[in-house]
């Protein structure tokens, strides 16, 4: 019977062959292969399981915190209104013991609540979150294999029926030979007719054979796709079956968890039931009536009461005050001795600290290093340990060093830590703005570029994103705070490292005194001379401080990095020029740097354009422009629309010699569509008659020949500037023959001497040397740039002070965020504003990329630039600006800092410049070979991209439509100029 009953008993063995079998049926791959929307559907259903169990656990958080924080209040309630009495009777023990119990039961309630989080509704969160993304991700790998299948097998079906057709086509023709071969026999038909029905009975077999081959190349396609479902679509559904199973056991696991926390909770506020009852026990009306009686008896006999009273006479007392006064010293001493509130204070040794830090920072490295999400665990101890002040701040420092994190979930790890370091920082004992300022200029360096589900992006997302949400970055006093620690901070670091000079030249000093000296008194008295004018010379540094220059470019700096991350944590423009405008006039920074910081701020901030009512206006503005200049003659009103669709000069000069005042007024229209709309192999002759037209060159009356003669035989009268003159040049078109040195310091000398007010400004060299490349003539060149200057007021732009310029680095920043915003924000989280590449541009109009011509013939691209800009002036820069960014976009969101500046550098460079024609520049083997060999020796400076994707992009635009469909235009540019002007004279830049 023993034997039958251990032979009937289930083994480990059976076990692990039903748990196979139960496997089996449960199989995705085996029983759910061809429902993959109902695994959706179910992986749906679980998430809202999921769900479920986070609002319950959720609200029964809620619900426990509720009863926790009112049951905490009724007490503080009661120990106020029932504890005040000093008197020790059973009663007031009674209610102690219980308010001491109360305390400890709500101390296990906190800490039971604290444990609920971190036991139940975190991981609760983050399996969801888990599971609603590895599902999503097996189901779309899924979804895609079908997809493929289902359309190779379509393709193959077509394939199939094309064969068949073709077959039957094959059958029928084969049949018709026969037919018409008895015919051709029988002499019916002619041998040619016979021929021509082979020919289309061989096309036929011949289409056959194709249809063939290609559904079997269908069918061998879909039987691979078939054979790889081994490898993609059952591993898929295999990972979609383990998730559910997850899926499950979670839910079984955390209601499971729940049950006992909840058991755990009822047993804890069972085991205080007998310490209450133990407590009411004690309580006796006779002992502490007893109690009260023995207190408060009445210490004097009622005859004493009641006797009568005597007059006394006064007596003065004796003084012991001495005495007292000791006594109460000594008495104070003594209870500040037992009260030391810094008796009991557990401070970490340094040791501790470090490893403190050594330890956050590890986990840190490992997380960012294997791309793995931080365990609550982790969490816990990291933001344990940085609650210490000195791990804060070295964890601060550490996060300098991290870059790219690669995934998003780094990232929001990344975020929450530092998120709660920001935390710590202002609390009143950690209030440390290093802490802020090593957080503030880490956050726009540290990245990743990948989107939260986890799909990669161009676009870099910062960890600035993601602790923009902190209520701190909201309080202006903060702020100011911040700005005024980090400018004494430089300022201190100035002086320290003065001092450290002054130091290590009165130690070198001594040491080449410290030699052998007969007279050893003197020596003695020489080194205690040079230790005393040390110590004047330290003291003095202490005393006044940094320079006032120095001061003055320590505020700048520190001002000009605070203003980006004022903007990158959305603080609002006003408060931001608030607490800009107070450190300037704190500071007393003068009014050319405050002028270009809140330049900066506004340009950073402001987004927008026209709105459609302005756009109406301008529009109608524009008409009567144009009637006004007509003299208000529909007649001229119709040939000016007609000659927007002439492209023959002949056609439109014909215009012009209809009558005296139709080439008065239509001149310059019909002169403008000849050089920008009629394009079509402009000869020199033309495009320098325009130049001159556009440029006014025939009124200007200036011998230039006797000009230059003079300043030849009397070169004192530009001493103040020739020698930067002969520097310039000498740094200009090194390796461009056309312009000879001499040529081009003959230019601009005579316009130095010509135009006192000026003389001389860097960026001319470069102008008066492409005008000198066009003409080939002195004067010619002279005359162009001195008609430029005079025709668009380049005075400003050429002013020592660069006032000019200051505008149009503001504009060119407005334009980026109107009609660039993801780049603007790019711009802003690198630091990076237009001055820093664009002022070559609107200094020098391009002129500079030449610099290193070596052919005679200009680029078309130069040219057409040109026969627009001596039309439209600086507009032309900011088309060609707006254009160039948004082409190169997509290339510039991934760069870093000096990646940007390198790349857009080279832009111009490579459109404008010609080394040798611009269709070989561009040709496609010429840009494999560009990007294969070693840039050592290129004329450009060293891209983060090669060269060969510039030009690939260039070679496929066309410069000339894209600048003339440029969004940018004059009234634009004016209302942005006319906004910077109205800051100015409100005292904005003051």
């Given at each position: 019977?023993?034997?039958?009953?251990?032979s009937t008993?289930?083994?480990?063995?059976?076990?692990?062959?039903?748990?196979?079998?139960?496997r089996?049926?449960?199989?995705?791959?085996?029983?759910?292969?061809?429902?993959?929307?109902?695994?959706?559907?179910?992986?749906?259903?679980?998430?809202?399981?999921l769900?479920?169990?986070?609002?319950?656990?959720?609200?029964?958080?809620k619900?426990y915190?509720?009863?926790?924080?009112?049951?905490?209040?009724?007490?503080?309630?009661?120990?106020?209104?029932?504890?005040?009495f000093?008197?020790?009777?059973?009663?007031?023990?009674?209610?102690?013991?219980?308010?001491?119990?109360?305390?400890?039961?709500?101390?296990?309630?906190k800490?039971?609540?604290?444990?609920?989080?971190?036991?139940?509704?975190?991981?609760?969160?983050?399996?969801?979150?888990?599971?609603?993304?590895?599902?999503?991700?097996?189901?779309?790998?899924?979804?895609?294999?079908?997809?493929?299948?289902?359309?190779?097998?379509?393709?193959?079906?077509?394939?199939?029926?094309?064969?068949f057709?073709?077959?039957?086509?094959?059958?029928?023709?084969?049949?018709?030979?026969?037919?018409?071969?008895?015919?051709?026999?029988?002499?019916?038909?002619?041998?040619?007719?016979?021929?021509?029905?082979?020919?289309?009975?061989?096309?036929?077999?011949?289409?056959?054979?194709?249809?063939?081959?290609?559904y079997?190349?269908?069918?061998?396609?879909?039987?691979?796709?078939?054979?790889?479902?081994?490898?993609?679509?059952?591993?898929?559904?295999?990972?979609?079956?383990?998730?559910?199973?997850?899926?499950?056991?979670?839910?079984?696991?955390?209601?499971?968890?729940?049950?006992?926390?909840?058991?755990?909770?009822?047993?804890?506020?069972?085991?205080?039931?007998d310490?209450?009852?133990?407590s009411?026990?004690?309580?006796?009306h006779?002992?502490?009536?007893?109690?009260?009686?023995?207190?408060?008896?009445?210490?004097?006999?009622?005859?004493?009461?009641?006797?009568?009273?005597?007059?006394?006479i006064?007596?003065?007392?004796?003084?012991?005050?001495?005495?007292?006064?000791?006594?109460?010293?000594?008495?104070?001493?003594?209870?500040?001795?037992?009260?030391?509130?810094?008796?009991d204070?557990?401070?970490?040794?340094?040791?501790?600290?470090e490893?403190?830090?050594?330890?956050?920072?590890?986990?840190i490295?490992?997380?960012?290093?294997?791309?793995?999400?931080?365990?609550?665990?982790?969490k816990?101890d990291?933001?344990?340990?940085?609650?210490?002040?000195e791990?804060?701040?070295?964890?601060?420092?550490?996060?300098?060093?991290?870059?790219?994190?690669?995934?998003?979930?780094?990232?929001?790890?990344?975020?929450?830590?530092?998120n709660?370091?920001?935390?710590?920082?202002?609390n009143?004992k950690?209030?440390?703005?290093?802490?802020?300022?090593?957080?503030?200029?880490?956050?726009?360096?540290?990245?990743?570029?990948?989107?939260?589900?986890?799909?990669?992006?161009?676009?870099?997302?910062?960890?600035?994103?993601?602790?923009?949400?902190?209520?701190?970055?909201?309080?202006?006093?903060?702020?100011?705070?911040?700005?005024y620690?980090?400018?004494?901070?430089?300022?201190?670091?100035?002086?320290?490292?003065?001092?450290?000079?002054?130091?290590?030249?009165?130690?070198?000093?001594?040491?080449?005194?410290?030699?052998?000296?007969?007279?050893?008194?003197?020596?003695?008295?020489?080194?205690?001379?040079?230790?005393?004018?040390?110590?004047?010379?330290?003291?003095?540094?202490?005393?006044?401080?940094?320079?006032?220059?120095?001061?003055?470019?320590?505020?700048?700096?520190?001002l000009?990095?605070y203003?980006?991350?004022?903007?990158?944590?959305?603080?609002?423009?006003?408060?931001?020029k608030?607490i800009?405008?107070?450190?300037c006039?704190?500071?007393?920074?003068?009014?050319?740097?405050?002028?270009?910081?809140?330049?900066?701020?506004?340009?950073t901030?402001?987004?927008?354009?026209?709105?459609?009512?302005?756009?109406?206006?301008?529009?109608?503005?524009?008409?009567?422009?144009l009637?006004?200049?007509?003299?208000?003659?529909?007649?001229?009103?119709?040939?000016?629309h007609?000659?927007?669709?002439?492209?023959?000069?002949?056609?439109l000069?014909?215009?012009?010699?209809?009558?005296?005042?139709?080439?008065?007024?239509?001149?310059?229209?019909?002169?403008?569509r000849c050089?920008?709309?009629?394009?079509?192999?402009?000869?020199?002759?033309?495009?320098?008659?325009?130049?001159?037209?556009?440029?006014?060159?025939?009124?200007?009356?200036?011998?230039?020949?006797?000009?230059?003669?003079?300043?030849?035989?009397n070169?004192?009268?530009?001493e103040?500037?020739?020698?930067v003159?002969?520097?310039?040049?000498?740094?200009?078109?090194?390796?461009?023959?056309?312009?000879?040195?001499?040529?081009?310091?003959?230019?601009?000398?005579?316009y130095?001497?010509?135009?006192?007010?000026?003389?001389?400004?860097?960026?001319?060299?470069?102008?008066?040397?492409?005008?000198?490349?066009?003409?080939?003539?002195?004067?010619?060149?002279?005359?162009?740039?001195?008609?430029?200057?005079?025709?668009?007021d380049?005075?400003?732009?050429f002013?020592?002070?660069?006032?000019?310029?200051?505008?149009?680095?503001?504009?060119?920043?407005?334009?980026?965020?109107?009609?660039?915003?993801?780049?603007?924000?790019?711009?802003?989280?690198?630091?990076?504003?237009?001055?820093?590449?664009?002022?070559?541009?609107?200094?020098?109009?391009?002129?500079?990329?030449?610099s290193?011509?070596?052919?005679?013939?200009l680029?078309?691209?130069?040219?057409?630039?040109?026969?627009?800009?001596?039309?439209?002036?600086?507009?032309v820069?900011?088309?060609?600006?707006?254009?160039?960014?948004?082409?190169f976009?997509?290339?510039?969101?991934?760069?870093?800092?000096?990646e940007?500046?390198?790349?857009?550098?080279?832009?111009?460079?490579?459109?404008?410049?010609?080394?040798?024609t611009?269709?070989?520049?561009?040709?496609?083997?010429?840009?494999?070979?560009?990007?294969?060999?070693?840039?050592?020796?290129?004329?450009?400076?060293?891209?983060?991209?090669k060269?060969?994707?510039i030009?690939?992009?260039?070679?496929?635009?066309?410069?000339a439509?894209?600048?003339?469909?440029?969004?940018?235009?004059?009234?634009?540019?004016?209302k942005?100029e006319?906004?910077y002007?109205?800051?100015?004279?409100?005292?904005?830049?003051?």
């Amino acid at each position: 019977m023993e034997e039958e009953k251990v032979s009937t008993a289930p083994t480990a063995r059976d076990d692990e062959e039903n748990e196979e079998f139960m496997r089996k049926q449960i199989d995705f791959p085996l029983n759910m292969w061809g429902s993959l929307e109902s695994i959706r559907e179910n992986t749906k259903k679980g998430a809202n399981i999921l769900e479920g169990v986070i609002n319950f656990t959720k609200t029964f958080h809620k619900a426990y915190d509720t009863y926790q924080s009112t049951i905490e209040k009724a007490l503080e309630i009661f120990e106020k209104e029932m504890l005040k009495f000093s008197t020790l009777d059973t009663t007031m023990i009674c209610m102690s013991s219980f308010c001491a119990e109360m305390k400890n039961m709500l101390s296990d309630m906190k800490n039971k609540l604290d444990e609920f989080d971190d036991l139940l509704y975190h991981p609760s969160q983050l399996f969801v979150k888990h599971y609603q993304g590895q599902s999503k991700k097996y189901y779309d790998i899924s979804k895609k294999y079908l997809q493929e299948v289902e359309a190779a097998r379509q393709q193959a079906n077509k394939a199939k029926d094309r064969y068949f057709k073709h077959s039957d086509a094959k059958v029928d023709s084969e049949q018709e030979i026969e037919k018409r071969l008895q015919e051709h026999e029988d002499g019916i038909i002619t041998f040619e007719q016979m021929q021509e029905i082979s020919n289309k009975a061989l096309n036929v077999k011949y289409k056959t054979e194709v249809s063939f081959q290609e559904y079997k190349q269908e069918v061998e396609y879909l039987n691979n796709l078939l054979q790889d479902a081994e490898t993609e679509y059952n591993p898929a559904l295999t990972a979609l079956q383990k998730q559910e199973e997850r899926r499950i056991d979670f839910v079984k696991y955390m209601m499971e968890k729940f049950l006992n926390y909840y058991s755990q909770c009822g047993t804890m506020l069972l085991t205080k039931e007998d310490k209450f009852n133990d407590s009411v026990k004690m309580i006796n009306h006779h002992t502490d009536l007893q109690i009260f009686v023995d207190e408060n008896r009445t210490k004097e006999s009622r005859e004493i009461f009641f006797s009568k009273v005597e007059v006394n006479i006064y007596e003065p007392k004796r003084n012991s005050n001495i005495s007292n006064e000791n006594g109460a010293q000594s008495s104070t001493d003594a209870s500040s001795a037992d009260n030391d509130p810094f008796g009991d204070l557990n401070v970490p040794s340094q040791r501790e600290i470090e490893k403190n830090v050594l330890f956050v920072k590890d986990k840190i490295k490992n997380m960012i290093r294997n791309q793995s999400e931080l365990t609550m665990e982790d969490k816990a101890d990291i933001l344990n340990l940085i609650h210490l002040k000195e791990v804060n701040f070295k964890i601060s420092e550490e996060l300098k060093t991290i870059s790219d994190v690669k995934e998003y979930h780094v990232l929001k790890d990344l975020s929450d830590i530092v998120n709660y370091m920001i935390t710590e920082s202002i609390n009143d004992k950690h209030n440390d703005f290093k802490i802020i300022n090593n957080i503030l200029m880490c956050s726009s360096s540290i990245f990743c570029r990948r989107q939260p589900d986890g799909t990669p992006q161009a676009k870099k997302a910062y960890l600035t994103d993601l602790i923009r949400p902190h209520a701190i970055w909201g309080e202006t006093n903060r702020w100011k705070t911040w700005i005024y620690c980090i400018v004494e901070e430089k300022k201190n670091e100035n002086i320290n490292k003065k001092k450290k000079q002054v130091s290590e030249k009165y130690k070198k000093l001594i040491k080449e005194s410290e030699v052998d000296d007969p007279n050893a008194s003197m020596m003695s008295k020489w080194l205690s001379r040079l230790h005393h004018e040390k110590r004047r010379e330290i003291e003095k540094l202490e005393e006044d401080g940094c320079d006032h220059r120095t001061y003055l470019n320590i505020i700048f700096n520190v001002l000009s990095t605070y203003l980006r991350h004022l903007s990158q944590f959305n603080v609002p423009l006003d408060v931001s020029k608030q607490i800009i405008l107070y450190f300037c006039e704190r500071y007393d920074l003068d009014k050319d740097r405050t002028q270009l910081i809140l330049s900066e701020l506004e340009s950073t901030y402001s987004t927008e354009g026209f709105t459609e009512i302005e756009i109406a206006k301008i529009r109608l503005r524009k008409r009567e422009i144009l009637m006004e200049t007509l003299e208000n003659d529909s007649g001229l009103a119709v040939l000016y629309h007609v000659s927007n669709y002439l492209d023959s000069d002949k056609d439109l000069l014909h215009i012009l010699s209809l009558n005296k005042s139709t080439n008065q007024l239509l001149k310059p229209i019909i002169y403008r569509r000849c050089l920008l709309n009629v394009r079509h192999n402009i000869s020199p002759a033309k495009r320098s008659f325009l130049w001159n037209y556009f440029l006014k060159l025939s009124e200007i009356k200036c011998e230039y020949i006797a000009l230059r003669d003079r300043i030849n035989e009397n070169p004192e009268i530009i001493e103040k500037v020739e020698e930067v003159i002969t520097l310039d040049v000498q740094r200009s078109f090194n390796n461009t023959e056309m312009i000879s040195r001499e040529n081009l310091s003959n230019i601009l000398k005579t316009y130095a001497f010509y135009n006192p007010e000026i003389e001389y400004c860097q960026g001319m060299n470069f102008l008066a040397g492409f005008f000198y490349f066009y003409y080939k003539d002195e004067e010619k060149a002279f005359k162009a740039m001195l008609g430029l200057i005079n025709k668009f007021d380049l005075t400003e732009l050429f002013n020592t002070t660069l006032p000019r310029l200051k505008l149009y680095f503001y504009v060119l920043d407005r334009l980026i965020s109107m009609y660039l915003p993801e780049l603007h924000e790019h711009f802003k989280n690198e630091y990076i504003t237009s001055s820093l590449f664009s002022s070559a541009w609107f200094i020098t109009c391009f002129c500079n990329t030449i610099s290193h011509q070596n052919t005679s013939n200009l680029n078309n691209n130069i040219l057409f630039f040109w026969d627009n800009f001596v039309i439209d002036g600086y507009v032309v820069i900011f088309k060609v600006a707006i254009v160039l960014l948004g082409l190169f976009e997509d290339k510039l969101l991934p760069l870093s800092f000096e990646e940007i500046l390198n790349y857009i550098i080279d832009i111009p460079k490579i459109l404008f410049s010609k080394n040798e024609t611009i269709e070989e520049m561009l040709e496609p083997e010429n840009i494999q070979d560009e990007e294969d060999k070693d840039d050592e020796g290129s004329i450009f400076e060293q891209s983060p991209l090669k060269k060969g994707h510039i030009k690939g992009i260039l070679k496929e635009i066309d410069f000339a439509s894209l600048l003339k469909d440029s969004p940018v235009s004059e009234e634009l540019i004016q209302k942005i100029e006319l906004e910077y002007k109205e800051n100015e004279n409100k005292g904005n830049f003051n």
